[in-house]
């Protein structure tokens, strides 16, 4: 019989060391060619202009600057807009969106998911459905929904279709189907726990990974969203969109648009970060059986 390989007194998984040495290898590998194009990002702004364009490309820095970050911090005061207000717009409409979405797909999903209803099949199907359609698409339609309601030129422009978005919506139902068992529901049930009680107690902690994993995806989405269709005032467009009009320059504006792509990179690098320990932790402890 062969041995059980232990590590502080844990039995560990039945596999050679040369091919836990091949797994980290491989893995080490990988984690290289993700870094990579991140770390070039950093290092172009950290470049002065003539080492920006220097070939072929460097992936080091000679002589380090912050020139970059300065220029681009000066373009923007000198728009019309205080810089303060293209930030607090994309903060906004990321964190109101995010938190709509992440309530709404999961309340809807656990009523797709968990409560019988007539009609229940027909509108997932019709949510799977919607998942085949590019916004693109439905661009002209939404105009005129948009417009009909008076939300033209408003946050809530931005904010309502993403609380509708299907995605989420998909995702959240798939994952409680999985890992929300009907025994557990029930037994909250008998104990007198109202159906609002036993989504927020006992359901939505189970399908932690989904939601988090949810949010990262909503947030990164909307926080790099540039001009929208909806937004026509200055005063409610967004960072990206600010950026985006200021680093249109040409070259002389290449090292503010190096600048500026780290800046709107930092956010969403930080919320993954946030949030990634917890969704593997929850992925490995989220399994449950009857």
């Known amino acids: 019989m062969a041995k059980l390989r232990t590590r502080k007194h844990k039995v560990v998984l039945a596999r050679s060391a040369g091919g836990d ?18 770390y070039y990002v950093v290092i172009q702004s950290l470049k002065p202009l003539d080492e920006l364009w220097m070939f072929p490309p460097r992936f080091i820095v000679y002589n380090p600057t912050f020139k970059n970050f300065k220029d681009l911090f000066s373009l923007m005061s000198g728009n019309l807009v205080p810089f303060s207000r293209y930030i607090f717009n994309t903060v906004f409409t990321s964190v109101a969106g995010t938190a709509g979405h992440l309530f709404v797909a999961s309340l809807a999903a656990y009523a797709l998911a968990k ?3 007539p009609g229940a099949k027909g509108t997932f199907k019709l949510v799977q459905t919607s998942l085949m359609f590019h916004q693109t698409v439905t661009a002209i339609t939404s105009f005129i929904l948009m417009s009909a309601l008076n939300m033209i030129d408003t946050y809530w422009a931005i904010v ?9 919506l998909y995702l959240m139902k798939q994952f409680m189907d999985t890992n929300v068992t009907d025994a557990v529901l029930e037994s909250s049930r008998l104990d007198g726990a109202s159906e609002l009680r036993t989504f927020w107690v006992i359901a939505m902690p189970m399908v932690k990974p989904a939601w988090l994993t949810l949010i990262v995806y909503s947030f990164q989405s909307l926080w790099n969203a540039g001009q929208s269709v909806y937004i026509h005032s200055e005063q409610l467009k967004s960072l990206n969109y600010a950026i985006q009009q200021i680093t249109a320059g040409g070259i002389k504006r290449a090292g503010a648009s190096a600048a500026a792509t780290v800046v709107m990179m930092l956010v969403p690098i930080l919320v993954f970060v946030v949030t990634q320990s917890n969704i593997i932790e929850t992925m490995g402890s989220s399994g449950m059986k009857d």
């Open 160 to 168: 309502i279709p993403a609380w509708g978005s299907t995605l989420g």
């Open 21 to 38: 040495a091949g797994i980290t290898v491989l893995l080490v590998i990988l984690g290289v060619f993700m870094f990579v194009p991140m």
């Open 115 to 117: 409560i019988k209803f």
